[in-house]
């Protein structure tokens, strides 16, 4: 087999990957080689088509999962230089004060973070500057303390101006998304388009991976990417301590790459399946997994698509995506527990719909979305050990996952449809992935202090073995309910000073 050798493999070009390979980069001169299964998104007019993007499925990944009944699906997940961030609606959120610490919900206790806000908020800033968030702070009753967000935030248009004046007029507190887009209105920057959210950006204009941080880096002399090259396999030393090598599978050849460290960002579905596949006599349950915990845990929030119609009013919104609500994000109105975020989502597309609802025509749909506004209502799920990765004998990723939680998930619903009536809105329709939806996996191998009770600890290192470093939101102890992809960015700028400041290169 050959080998070659680095200081530093990074395996997975994400949110996780992205961001240490940037940030590893700009603060040392180790050898680092970044490993990305999948290749470079073409610039193309496809990247904007619905068609191609909704029907065709053209960007996602072919490979297909089981379920729990042993069920094949196609999951939504894409293997590409910077991974699902290609295809993210770039909302990029700062976790609550509060999802730090134990939470009770209905359906059990959402558990507390080795971490509090406070350790990560001068990374959230750094995060939001990497990634060029627009926010407004002061508006959100739920928002931790912090300064003011790098960029103004991107103003609404007409009609969802007038939907937030209601909403205030409901009594509701809505505040701007913070979203991360490169120089919105300029010649060469954002043009505030209606194919965001799920599209790659044409116009390399979002925050994303490969734009903010796997670019830059691969402009480093010390920098070298690998397309189409995915890890298979782990190998350590006899005594287990320590990562000696990967085993990476390129055009066709099983190659052995060496380093003194190994950092780890598939994503959380397939770290959890890449640490089960490198079990080992040292490590029979599979690399790292002392606890038990590795592929346990799995979480991907509770989501509904929501869109409020009326047959009198088109909305002519190009941009959509500006809107939050949080006034339930701690309590109901008739419930002390948490029931989640609602946010505005981009503009939905006839062929989008369609897949919710195959049997109706394709021109049935275009009136119908025209005059329709697209919301998100998004809940906790909470760790369960039975909730898990696995890999089946002939190698395939089986996802067991039974959804928790829905109580209030259904009630965060129901108050989000009440809400749109008051709008004046004359009917809402929603649609969910359910446990399909993979697009927030997290949790797969959580970060804490016991070793018996996490796989990783604070800094994100294995218990176990000391050169391995996972970086993917497969550390999150809980889901929270706003999107996960700042929180990943945050810690991955905590885990790269921490290999920096305590030489581990
Ligand atoms: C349509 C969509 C919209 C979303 N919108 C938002 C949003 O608005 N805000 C938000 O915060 N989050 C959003 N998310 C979620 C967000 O994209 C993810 O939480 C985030 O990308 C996860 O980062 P990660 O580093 O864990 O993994 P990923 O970004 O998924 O990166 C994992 C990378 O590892 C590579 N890889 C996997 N296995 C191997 C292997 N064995 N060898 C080599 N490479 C491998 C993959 O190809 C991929 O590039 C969205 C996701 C989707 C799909
Ligand atoms: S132009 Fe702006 S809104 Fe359109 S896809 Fe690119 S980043 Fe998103």
């Known amino acids: 087999m050959r080998k070659e050798r680095y200081d530093v493999v990074i395996i997975g070009s994400g949110a996780g990957g992205g961001t240490v390979a940037q ?47 042993g069920k094949e699906f196609r999951p939504y997940t894409h293997y590409c230089v910077g991974g699902n961030t290609k295809f993210w609606g770039s909302v990029l959120y700062r976790l609550r004060r509060e999802d730090f610490q134990a939470t009770e919900h209905v359906d059990g206790v959402s558990p507390a973070w080795p971490i509090d806000y406070d350790t990560l908020e001068p990374f959230y800033e750094r995060a939001e500057r990497l990634f060029h968030v627009h926010g407004e702070h002061g508006l959100d009753p739920t928002e931790p303390p912090r300064g003011p967000f790098p960029y103004e935030p991107i103003p609404h248009a007409p009609v969802m101006e007038e939907l937030v004046d209601k909403l205030r007029s409901q009594g509701l507190h809505p505040s701007p998304l913070p979203l991360g887009l490169l120089s919105p209105g300029a010649p060469d920057g954002c043009i505030l388009c209606d194919t965001c959210n799920s599209f790659p950006c044409k116009l390399h204009a979002k925050s994303e991976a490969d734009v903010c941080c796997i670019r830059p880096a691969v402009r480093q002399p010390n920098v070298t990417l690998w397309t189409n090259a995915c890890a298979r396999r782990l190998v350590t030393d006899p005594a287990g301590r320590k990562v000696e090598a990967v085993e990476v599978e390129r055009d066709g050849e099983t190659l052995r790459v060496e380093a003194s460290l190994f950092v780890v960002s598939c994503g959380a579905v397939n770290s959890a399946a890449l640490l089960l596949r490198s079990a080992n006599d040292a490590h029979p349950n599979g690399l790292a997994n002392s606890s038990g915990l590795v592929g346990r845990r799995y979480m991907a929030h509770l989501a509904t698509m929501m869109q409020g119609f009326h047959p009198f009013r088109p909305n002519e919104t190009v941009f959509q995506k500006t809107v939050a609500i949080n006034d339930f994000y701690f309590r109901g109105p008739d419930t002390d527990y948490p029931l989640g975020h609602i946010q505005s989502q981009g503009r939905t597309h006839p062929v989008m719909a369609q897949t919710a609802y195959p049997f109706i025509p394709l021109w049935a749909y275009a009136p119908w979305v025209a005059r329709g506004v697209d919301w998100l209502a998004m809940s906790e799920d909470l760790p369960r050990a039975e909730n898990r990765v696995v890999v089946a004998p002939d190698g395939r990723i089986r996802l067991d996952y039974r ?31 359910g446990s399909r939806n993979t697009t927030h996996q997290c949790g797969t191998l959580c970060f804490g202090t016991d070793p018996r009770a996490s796989v990783l600890d604070p800094f994100c290192r294995s218990h176990d073995v000391g050169n391995l470093f996972v970086v993917d939101a497969s550390f999150f102890p809980s889901s929270a309910a706003v999107n996960p992809g700042l929180t990943i960015v945050a810690q991955a700028l905590r885990v790269s000073d921490h290999i920096v400041d305590a030489d581990l290169t």
């Open 23 to 69: 940030s590893l980069s700009a603060r040392s001169p180790a050898s680092l080689l970044i490993l990305e299964r999948g290749d470079y998104v073409p610039r193309e007019d496809a990247n904007w088509s619905p068609e191609a993007v909704w029907k065709d499925l053209r960007y996602r990944t072919k490979e297909h999962w089981l379920d729990d009944r």
């Open 403 to 433: 959804p928790n939680n829905m109580g209030p998930h259904r009630r965060l619903v129901k108050e989000t449809k009440r809400i749109l009536r008051r709008l004046g809105f004359w009917s809402v329709v929603k649609h969910s992935h």
